[in-house]
């Protein structure tokens, strides 16, 4: 399994990549609440698919990143309001009762 993520998403596509640790959580949260409309998705990623979504935000390709995340996440899922979401914890929980799914 890859490395998980945090996918910062809103209509213009993917905003940010972050580690799923506690400083990746924190700016995320801060980053949802200047994006009223951003979703947060939780995604494992292999180092490869990674870096070449993080070279794809880097050249202002929001949206061909947004789909490199749905198309090369091994696990792919919803986190709900990052507001309502007291510490990443919730992701490991999450990933632990099937909330957030396998690809197939």
């Known amino acids: 399994m890859g490395r998980a993520y945090l996918a910062i998403v809103d209509r213009h596509g993917l905003r940010a990549l972050l580690p799923e640790d506690d400083d990746g959580f924190r700016f995320a ?5 200047q994006l009223p409309n951003a979703a947060c ?3 494992t990623l292999s180092s490869s698919d ?3 979504v993080c070279r794809q935000l880097d050249q202002d390709k929001a949206m061909p990143a947004c789909r490199a995340v749905s198309d090369h996440a091994e696990f792919l899922g919803i ?3 990052l507001s309502d979401v007291s510490h990443v914890d919730w992701l490991t929980n999450a990933a632990k009762h099937q909330f957030l799914h396998p690809r197939a």
């Open 29 to 33: 949260r801060l980053l949802s609440n």
């Open 41 to 43: 998705y939780w995604a």
């Open 50 to 52: 990674a870096i070449d």
């Open 79 to 81: 986190v709900p309001r």
